[in-house]
């Protein structure tokens, strides 16, 4: 334990890099991964800080394990989270679904790199956004979270543990290649000048604790391995006993609570920056690395004398129905810029509800969206729209 | 609901009901399958460890196996297919005070857990495995398994499995387990030693169970009763502690080797993770002192 968890002060360092400072920072004590490009760095890093700070790291014989034994980990009491690109990704949904389930907090942070398949390994991409909503099988809701720079590596894996600790859920770093690997000035602020979020824990004795017995907030306090409780968790639809019931009526009470714990406290989740959107005719939206060229793009087009604005999605699920509902009765149009063939522009246009024209600008994956492009959209948008 | 079934029970308490979710009994497990009783037989290990209870777990997977820890009333997780190990290894390493028991069938430990199981034992995670190998899916209604004999009857394989089983204690051993024993699910005392020997282990140990499945796999065997099935196991077996179990393959037209195979030292992933990080070892590979170049051996 020689190591600092914090390292206060102003780094040069890639997004990766910071991802691992920002977990150590949160309390991350526990990472089980597999290597994968882009996200190899998180590994590497995490398995030289970890032993520092008296964590453990572990490298697993595959995704499957990887995410199984994170999930065993945060049972185990501890701060817990891997990192993976989209083929491990697609293995880790198994246990994903599970960690749902059973309402696990852990942070998993994927690096995309464009799919399917093995696709372009060293290359960006943003197409595993629908995966990570809804990637396992069944109906559960998780929070997914996109960060646009080495700096927000570091602040949202902390933000990532926070929400998966407060509301006992898996949440997603939905990062990418360019962010992962870019290096930039990254802040890492005093130990005290950080919030820091752990876990709810029963207050009540054993013999009385329900496990899956929620708080009005819909989440249950959680025992860890070795308190006591000798709570039963299970993948198998449950009551708040924590036991096994295959009936209809437990199936809808589970899952229920599942959906509204992330629905019902959705504008407390949600977070964005916005940017010029009062009286703006057209709005682009975006998210990760196509964020920073879209906010470009925007400033461009204001130059130009266009009204546009622009919204910087920071999570991306929950979606902000919200937001966007109101916003399109106010504008002609939103663009959504994403690497891949057309994604959350699907929540665009669903939460559009026809009031505004939607439009993508995107491409298969590879680069990163040029500022250009989305100029020319947004010009061409607001030609449609008139 | 549970109290009513609290009245209904008997006013003898059962020896067992210390350790037993009572509210859930019934259990699901079919009439002369062997899982009660290898369960009987973990909890009777688990009080004669005299491990404080607080600090014991149980992990499984999926199948009827996995149903064992629904029933215990310890801190209990009930995971995926096949990943109970991996779940159970994060859950030992965030927590090393901990004792932590996986309790699977062979389907679920060795076709979908295979590649986790041998990673487990290579890398001596601290957990006590016990296998009721009941040579099927049960669950599913009786498939093929990799613990199916070859030529025996599933619902997969009607005319016969074509397929070669593995042995398990002889793939533990390999991997490196500290710990390998078997025995039948009548020999209730020595495997109840052996479990209990193999939770106060510090490493990777594994007790394999061979166990009745008269429903499935008795039934399309030509053994359709419970109790012949499990005197079938029992009169076949051949106690033979000690030998290396690659010699113990289960050959069930002669005869089944059951016994404890291995019981030895080796430090654990976690006694190793520590000594590594304190940096105390030398760089790999010791260049200093030389050693003599060995003689070139030519092959053919």
Known sequence: MS???VLTGIHFINGDEACCEGALAAGCRFFAGYPITPATEIAEGMSRRLPEVGGIYIQMEDELAAMAAVLGGSWGGAKAMTSTSGPGFSLMMENIGLGACTETPCVVCNVQRAGPSTGLPTLVGQADMMQARW?????YEIIAISPSSPQEMFDFTIKAFNLAEQYRVPVMIMADEVVGHMTERVLIPPAKG???????KPSISPKKYMPYK?????VTPMANFGDGYHMHVTGLTHDERGYPVMDSATQEQMISRLVKKIRNNAEKIIDYDAYHIENADVVVVAYGISARSAKRAVMDARENGIKAGFIKLNTVWPFPEKLFNELAGNVKAMIMAEINMGQMVLELERCAAGQCL????????GAIIKPRSILEAIQATLKESS | MSAQRRKKKTSQPHPQDELLRTDRLPHIWCPGCGIGTAFSCVITAIKKSEIPLDDIAMVSGIGCTGRMAGYI???????????????ATGLKLAHPEGSVIVTSG???????GGNHFIHAARRNIDLTVICVNNFNYGMTGGQQAPSTPFGAKTTTSPIGSPEQPFNFCALAAACGAVYVARWTALHIRRLTVSITEAMKKPGFSFVEILSPCPTSFGRRNRIRNPLELVQFYHERSVIRNNIDPQEAA??????????KFVDTERPTFLDSYRLINRRELGDWPALEPKVPIPDKQVSG
Do not use: C, E, M, W
């Open chain 2, 73 to 87: 009333k310890l801190d209990s997780f009930h995971t995926t297919h096949g990943r109970a190990i991996p779940f």
């Open chain 2, 106 to 112: 062979d389907g679920d430990l060795l076709a979908i």
């Open chain 1, 358 to 365: 939607v439009r993508l600008v995107s491409h298969a994956g």
């Open chain 1, 194 to 200: 950080i919030k820091i979020v752990n876990r709810k």
């Open chain 1, 135 to 139: 990637g396992s099988h069944g109906d």
């Open chain 1, 3 to 5: 190591g600092q968890a």
């Open chain 2, 250 to 259: 289960l050959d069930f037209n002669n005869n089944l080797v059951v016994g």
């Open chain 1, 214 to 218: 929620p708080d009005s907030d819909y």
